[in-house]
């Protein structure tokens, strides 16, 4: 008897001991085979960005603007679902100022944060606020945030548009890496308007494990700045405009890249780029932005 059907690695051994150890040699492999499947999805986390107050000159946004911004939580199912809240600032200070708690939201019910629940007392001219909410939920729900701007100098929006998108990992040489374009700033038209770009990569830590990441920020010039930044297990964080050096130059274009060691897990972060782009027309003497954003789910193991 000879096996026709795969090609003897062996051509010396005889058949009959082929067929004795092929047996074991397929059991030797398949605790690597399961070990390789991905953990169940066990619950879904929805972190939304919040931004509360009225702006100081860290050339994050424009002198003097005012931000407002509600957080709204639907159940859309027959049944209350059991979610925890815990709200988490990363400016001017990294704090958690709402410890995780446990809250029900009935059927169809719904949920809303606003600066004056964030920060009780808060009224527009409070120094700026920047975190985010953390909602977890053993099942899907739906999470928008609404986000309104005010501007303490001449201008009329005429657009505002945002592009979100998520920044696939890629290997490279043991690290994996993401990448996200980075656009800040004013750039002035010839006509006297302005194009306004606000960017914030949002980073969210899908691994039980903490995860060291470095942090990159790169024009075509070269590389800008670069720093460390842990995050803990399920952690989050954000990168702004307000990462930039202050005396970078304004409008930033470059790209930002989150790099980290390759366990052999495959990608652990999760990276999105959102971008707000306003068209601002110079004839009127103050403004207001509105957007609305749906908040992804980040599947937690």
């Known amino acids: 008897m000879h096996l026709r059907f795969f090609a003897r690695p062996f051509p010396w051994l005889p058949t009959s001991i082929l067929l004795a150890i092929l047996p074991a040699v397929i059991v030797s492999f398949l605790p690597y085979a399961a070990s390789a499947q ?3 999805v066990t619950r879904l986390a929805y972190s939304a960005k919040y931004m509360c107050g009225t702006q100081a000159n860290d050339f994050s946004l424009p002198l003097t603007t005012s931000d407002y911004s509600v957080i709204e939580v ?11 809240v815990k709200v988490v600032q990363d400016y001017p200070t990294s704090q958690i100022i709402t410890p995780k708690y446990a809250v029900t939201i009935a059927a169809n019910g719904t949920l809303n944060f606003d600066c004056t629940t964030l920060y009780p007392g808060f009224i527009p001219v409070t120094p700026m606020r920047r975190g985010f909410v ?6 899907q729900i739906k999470v928008v945030g609404l986000y309104k701007e005010t501007l303490g100098w001449a201008g009329r929006i005429a657009s505002v548009s945002i592009a979100k998108k998520s920044s696939p990992a890629f290997i490279l040489f043991g690290f994996i890496r993401h990448s996200g374009t980075f ?4 750039e002035v038209q010839a006509s006297g308007d302005t194009i306004r770009h606000e960017t914030t990569i949002s980073v969210a830590n899908m691994s039980p494990n903490p995860v060291n990441a470095q942090i990159s920020i790169v024009s075509k010039t070269g590389l800008v700045t670069s ?3 842990t995050l803990s297990p399920n952690g989050f964080t954000a990168i702004t405009g307000a990462d930039l050096p202050p005396a970078t130059p304004r409008p930033f274009v470059g790209a930002v890249t989150v790099q980290y060691t390759d366990t052999g897990f495959g ?3 999760e990276c999105e780029e959102i971008i707000q782009k306003h068209a601002i027309s110079g004839i009127a003497s103050g403004a207001m ?3 609305m954003m749906e908040i992804q789910p980040i599947p937690l193991r």
């Open 38 to 40: 991905p953990l169940p």
């Open 74 to 84: 639907h159940n859309p199912h027959t049944v209350a679902v059991v979610c925890t």
């Open 134 to 139: 953390e909602i977890i939920a053993p099942r």
């Open 183 to 186: 656009l800040v700033g004013d």
């Open 227 to 229: 720093f460390p930044r």
């Open 267 to 269: 990608a652990l972060l």
């Open 289 to 291: 932005t509105m957007s």
